[in-house]
């Protein structure tokens, strides 16, 4: 019985992710795709990108991305700048607080993972993506909005 041990997998994985999320809700007080948009924002020219960008590189819907930022900015660790190329447009920047914060942040999971991964063969990830797709379409996930990482407060709370 294969299926119960990949059953067993998946619900570590689930396990993994939803103690991380609880580790840095509870130190940060924020979630983990909060601390994706701090980070991506940390890695900006002038530390600031628009939302369309910060909605691309995290891959959620615009409304979602709205949530994330405006809880951010309730909280000091962002701030939004109006464009002056672009009287109806913003720009979200990262504020001192913001990036006090990541100073502090311990090195999440997809940190670990992302460099785990880069040391894997192209065949490797290939064989690992094509797998990780039969179970997306398993799930009946695909089509489902998704940050670079899922955490369960975010299916809870619908960050």
Do not use: C, W
């Amino acid at each position: 019985m294969q299926y119960l041990e990949i059953l067993v997998k998946i619900r570590k994985i689930i396990r993994s992710i939803n103690l991380e999320s609880k580790k840095i809700q509870k130190e940060f007080g924020i979630s983990i795709p909060q601390l994706l948009v701090l980070q991506y924002l940390s890695e900006q020219a002038d530390y600031k990108a628009s939302g369309k960008d910060i909605k691309n590189y995290i891959n959620l819907n615009a409304s979602t991305v709205s949530g994330i930022v405006h809880r951010l900015e309730e909280k000091g660790l962002v701030a939004r700048l109006p464009n002056s190329k672009d009287k109806r447009g913003m720009f979200i920047t990262l504020t001192a607080k913001g990036a006090d914060l990541l100073k502090e942040s311990p090195t999440t999971l997809q940190e670990k993972m992302s460099k785990r991964l880069k040391s894997l063969s192209q065949k490797q990830i290939e064989d690992l993506n094509s797998s990780i797709e039969i179970l997306t379409q398993l799930m009946d996930a695909e089509d489902l909005d998704a940050a670079p990482l899922i955490t369960m407060n975010e299916i809870l709370t619908s960050d």
